[in-house]
């Protein structure tokens, strides 16, 4: 860009004599200065990965911590929280589930926290820790007797089902406010008893398989071999009732009954599971009742304990008013 030049100072006077003996004027150039650009600075460092690695995992905390605390719950904060804690207990999911049942039970705990939070999910997992101990227990007995579980007692997506359907009914008609807040405690209930009947189920069945002395046919009471559908012991009994005592106490810990609905979750399971092993007595393994399989009679057994403790609720509720 050309620069013009102006005289430093304008002449004082049109006299000759004083431009003569006046000095010469510098002339400065109009064009701005422009910036300094440093020579041989050399570039900012590179940010450390360790430090990117930090910032990363800082982000995904608050963004788990988020999820966490989302009250009420999202789909998307529940899918989260739910994914955190089966990447944190991959190691005692895969103990007690194969690969599609894992997936099974991420659907399970995803819907569960949903509908109820991290209250609900927690009482899922502590139906899942006991379940999968007492399944474990003398697993080498019950293998060389023939009535184990399959796969080392590591549970499949049927199992899941057929262990969750009831409960995962309670928890769609209680996110999507069926029959309203009048009924949302009613879901709720259902909830609760419905795992509260299937770990009694499962505890009665092993312990009664591991421990048990005597076995007898719930129909007639006759002896009968461990395993028979439909046999139950005494030992497998009372630790039936514990179970269910264990589970129903969480749920009031966590919130999710009060103490008297404790008492109804309680009648409901022992009612449900005994016509469970009806069924299993009579039906199962029968002509005509080839579909009838276990997993079947599991989603039967926790409906009706669900659909009981619905009813002895209302029972009560409509007697003391």
Known sequence: MACSLLPLHAPLSSSPGLLASRPASRALPLCPRGPRVPRNRPPPPPRALPDIAAGAASGIRDALADAFLASPPTWRSAAASNLAVFVAGSPVLLSGLSASGVAASYLLGT??????????????????????????????????????EKRGGRRGPGSVIGSSAAGCVCALLSIYHVGGATFSELWRLGFVASFCTKLSDTVSSEIGKAFGRTTYLVTTFKVVPRGTE???????????????????????????????????????????????????ATLQDKEGFEWLNNDIVNVMNISIGAILAVLIQQLVVNWSS
Do not use: D, H, M
Not at 113 to 127: D, I, K, Q, S
């Open 111 to 148: 819907l569960t926290w949903r509908a109820f939070g991290p209250p609900g999910f927690l009482l899922v997992v502590a139906y899942f820790v006991v379940g999968t101990a007492v399944t474990k227990l003398k697993i080498k007995q019950k293998e060389a007797q023939g009535v184990a």
């Open 230 to 280: 439909g046999a139950i012991s005494i030992e497998g009994t009372l630790a039936g009732i514990l179970g269910s005592v264990f589970l129903a106490s969480v749920g009031y810990l966590l919130g999710q009954v009060n103490i008297s609905q404790v008492a109804v979750c309680l009648l409901a399971s022992q009612i449900a599971n005994y016509g469970e092993s009806y069924i299993g």
